[in-house]
């Protein structure tokens, strides 16, 4: 890439043109990085399941981890309209918040709604950086004239704020009550 130091004109009709192709691999880039995160979910789910009390907690992680494989499934639908073969890499945020969900469940006690609001916490904070990377990525791809793939991510969107509005529900249903009683 030419800068600054180079003697081509700083804003030549090159540069323009070489915009887009480097907008296109950050798109693809961040593609990359969310299907690494939605297959590590995949993986990390169970543990919560496993972890959580509440029925109604547990319910709803099972119900967003088959969630989830779907939109694994939609992000393979993604690579194939880019004309890609679906590539993972890894995304050390959603390690990250993942290892901040075992860490909580590895300091509260087993069967208590304490450890619930636990998960419900680290669950949030997951869907809220979903909600953040498919929010940009659908705007992105609108960007780029990528409608299909677009309506694909705005789907995805969706259920990711609808599953975060769940969590919320669960937590004010009954858990943080019961937390707030527990010594
Ligand atoms: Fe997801």
New binding site residues.
Partial sequence: MKNETNTEPKFSTKTSVNAEPALLELFKDGIMDIYWA?NH?VTNLPKMIHAATSSELVKTIEDHLE??KG?AGRLEKVFELLGEKPQAKKCDAMEGLSKEGEGIIESTESGTATRDVGIILASQKVEHY?IATYGGLTQLAKTLGLDAIAELLYQ?LT??KAADELLTSVAEHNINYKASEEA
Avoid: P, S
Wanted: charged letters at 45%; a negative charge; proline letters at 0%.
């Fill in positions: 939605e979910l969630q989830t939109h979903e995805t259920e990711e």
